[in-house]
């Protein structure tokens, strides 16, 4: 007996069958993977307004783009010409303080009465902008995603994640010619990833900076499962078809 526990389970000389059910899985699991990818580039790739997946995308995503309400966007765009700089100005920064009911009787309501609610107020089917609740609707301003989303997004990650790495992992502690710490450390890797892919959504809702966290966890994670699915299929049937490089019966190199 020694502390290698190469001989009684291995990659290379498996079963017919475990073969079979192990590459099945590894295969699904693979395209599996590529797929998340491909869904990824899709629902938050286009979030800064670009193709591509990039830091902005996941500051989009979890942060928000704090810079935009719809009155902000308006003060800049159609409505442009309806007050003097300074009010707009104005309004933009107590839109960007949060629009804050306190202001609003004392400073901002007769900026309103003064520039816009001859139309706003008046015309039917234009926000009233008499009314501190219809400002306040237009101000609201992108906070990316919800606490409650990013709660329900983890859980389900987390779980889904560690059942697929489970399975990778133990079919990759079956490879052999590496050495059990190495082997180790590689399969640890996707769940400390993983832990620290979650953690980074939290981090980068209140601290956009930490969007790189996000991808270099995504990229750690990625990386090792696709070392640990590639080695195992080659292990699994390439390698019995190069044993003479390798002893039979411990499948230890020669
Ligand atoms: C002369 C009339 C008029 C005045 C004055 C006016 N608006 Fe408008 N506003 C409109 C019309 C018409 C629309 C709808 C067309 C559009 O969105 O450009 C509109 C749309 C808007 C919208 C978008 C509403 C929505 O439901 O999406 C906002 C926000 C807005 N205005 C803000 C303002 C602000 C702030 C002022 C004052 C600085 C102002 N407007 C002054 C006529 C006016």
Same mark, same amino acid.
């Given at each position: 007996?020694?502390?290698?526990?190469?001989?009684?389970l291995n990659l290379p000389g498996i079963s017919l069958p475990l073969r079979t059910l192990f590459t099945g899985y590894l295969l699904?699991?693979?395209?599996?993977?590529?797929?998340?990818?491909?869904?990824?580039?899709?629902?938050?790739?286009?979030?800064?307004?670009?193709?591509?997946?990039?830091?902005?995308?996941?500051?989009?995503?979890?942060?928000?783009?704090?810079?935009?309400?719809?009155?902000?966007?308006?003060?800049?765009?159609?409505?442009?010409?309806?007050?003097?700089?300074?009010?707009?100005?104005?309004?933009?920064?107590?839109?960007?303080?949060?629009?804050?009911?306190?202001?609003?009787?004392?400073?901002?309501?007769?900026?309103?009465?003064?520039?816009?609610?001859?139309?706003?107020?008046?015309?039917?089917?234009?926000?009233?902008?008499?009314?501190?609740?219809?400002?306040?609707?237009?101000?609201?301003?992108?906070?990316?995603?919800?606490?409650?989303?990013?709660?329900?997004?983890?859980? #389900?990650?987390?779980?889904?994640?560690? *059942?697929? $790495?489970? &399975? %990778?992992? =133990?079919?990759?502690?079956?490879?052999?010619?590496?050495?059990?710490? #190495?082997?180790?450390?590689?399969?640890? *890797?996707? $769940?400390? &990833? %993983?832990? =620290?892919?979650?953690?980074?959504?939290?981090?980068?809702?209140?601290?956009?900076?930490?969007?790189?966290?996000?991808?270099?966890?995504?990229?750690?994670?990625?990386?090792?499962?696709?070392?640990?699915?590639?080695?195992?299929?080659?292990?699994?049937?390439?390698?019995?078809?190069?044993?003479?490089?390798?002893?039979?019966?411990?499948?230890?190199?020669?």
């Open positions: 007996m020694t502390n290698n526990n190469d001989h009684w699904v699991t693979g395209l599996g993977l590529l797929m998340a990818g491909a869904q990824m580039q899709l629902t938050h790739g286009m979030a800064d307004g670009e193709w591509g997946f990039s830091i902005n995308d996941i500051v989009y995503s979890y942060y928000g783009n704090r810079g935009n309400s719809r009155l902000e966007a308006k003060l800049n765009g159609s409505m442009k010409d309806k007050a003097p700089v300074e009010v707009r100005t104005h309004m933009i920064q107590w839109v960007q303080d949060g629009a804050p009911e306190a202001l609003w009787e004392p400073e901002i309501k007769t900026l309103f009465t003064t520039h816009c609610t001859q139309c706003h107020g008046h015309i039917p089917g234009l926000p009233d902008f008499t009314q501190f609740q219809a400002v306040q609707q237009v101000s609201e301003i992108d906070k990316g995603t919800s606490v409650d989303t990013l709660t329900r997004f983890s859980h #389900i990650h987390l779980f889904g994640m560690a *059942f697929i $790495f489970f &399975f %990778l992992g =133990l079919i990759f502690s079956l490879a052999v010619g590496i050495r059990p710490w #190495i082997k180790a450390t590689i399969i640890l *890797f996707p $769940f400390m &990833f %993983l832990i =620290l892919d979650a953690l980074s959504w939290w981090l980068v809702k209140w601290y956009p900076n930490f969007a790189v966290l996000t991808i270099i966890a995504g990229m750690g994670w990625a990386m090792a499962s696709a070392f640990m699915l590639i080695s195992s299929l080659y292990q699994m049937w390439i390698l019995p078809f190069k044993q003479n490089s390798y002893d039979e019966n411990t499948w230890k190199r020669e």
